[in-house]
């Protein structure tokens, strides 16, 4: 299948520990955020997103958390399990999400010590 | 309600020839953008349709051009192949309305030049 993975930053975790991934994004102007799960052989998966207007969101067992000041995302996953490891990337919109296109970070890869 | 599907998966083409990928967006969506994403890297944005014209485009030369029919699919084309033009190909699709929120991505045509 893809390895996505090639010469990206990796996080190793042990299965039932929490991750955080991190992500500086590039524009100022953006006010809108995904991350995307991507395994091998399959494209971007959405996972949550957020608003400029807000500063943090929890789904099922993520939260993302925005800084604007210091343009920075984390992604924190709880208890994290084997079916997590992937390559993990933020992505932003300056649109608010309703046009344009999505400037994607460099990516993280996710592996889970069973 | 289908996903996107592309086709092919895999792609061996030669430097200098010309090649065409396509992308079944998924049933609703009437938007289609294409993303380049080389290996250890985030997509990056090619263009995008909508109404079967271009409605975006990101920093690829002419080369890369494309197509949208009335059924809403999509083909890229890229002439004159390079080397670095290898790259895991994506198609998302997404409602107008919804804009990059409603992005769903394909498992993309792995393209490799020789």
């Known amino acids: 299948g893809e390895n996505v993975g090639l010469h990206l930053p990796t996080l190793s975790v042990q299965e039932g520990d929490n991750s955080i991934i991190n992500c500086a994004y590039s524009?100022?102007?953006?006010?809108?955020f995904i991350w995307y799960k991507q395994e091998s052989g399959k494209g971007p998966q959405f996972i949550i997103d957020i608003r400029s207007n807000m500063d943090k969101r929890q789904g099922q067992r993520v939260t993302v958390l925005l800084n604007k000041t210091v343009k920075h995302l984390s992604l924190q996953i709880a208890a994290t399990q084997p079916g997590d490891s992937a390559v993990y990337f933020c992505a932003e919109n300056p649109y608010g999400g309703s046009q344009g296109n999505l400037i994607f970070g460099k990516g993280t890869k996710l592996s889970v010590k069973p | 309600e289908t996903g996107v599907t592309q086709s092919p998966t895999h792609l061996i083409k030669t430097r200098g020839q010309q090649v065409t990928l396509r992308c079944s967006s998924q049933?609703?969506?009437?938007?289609v953008s294409w993303y380049q994403q080389a290996l250890g890297q985030g997509p990056q944005f090619i263009f995008q349709?909508?109404?079967?014209?271009?409605?975006g485009r990101g920093n690829f030369p002419p080369r890369f051009s494309g197509l949208q029919f009335p059924n809403y699919s999509s083909e890229l084309n890229v002439n004159a192949l390079e080397l670095d033009d290898s790259a895991l190909y994506l198609c998302?699709?997404?409602?107008?309305?919804?804009?990059?929120?409603?992005?769903?991505f394909g498992s993309g045509t792995r393209l490799t030049v020789v």
């Open positions: 998302a699709s997404s409602w107008t309305a919804a804009g990059v929120e409603g992005y769903t």
């Open positions: 524009n100022s102007a953006s006010d809108y």
């Open positions: 049933s609703g969506h009437n938007t």
């Open positions: 349709y909508y109404r079967e014209e271009e409605n």
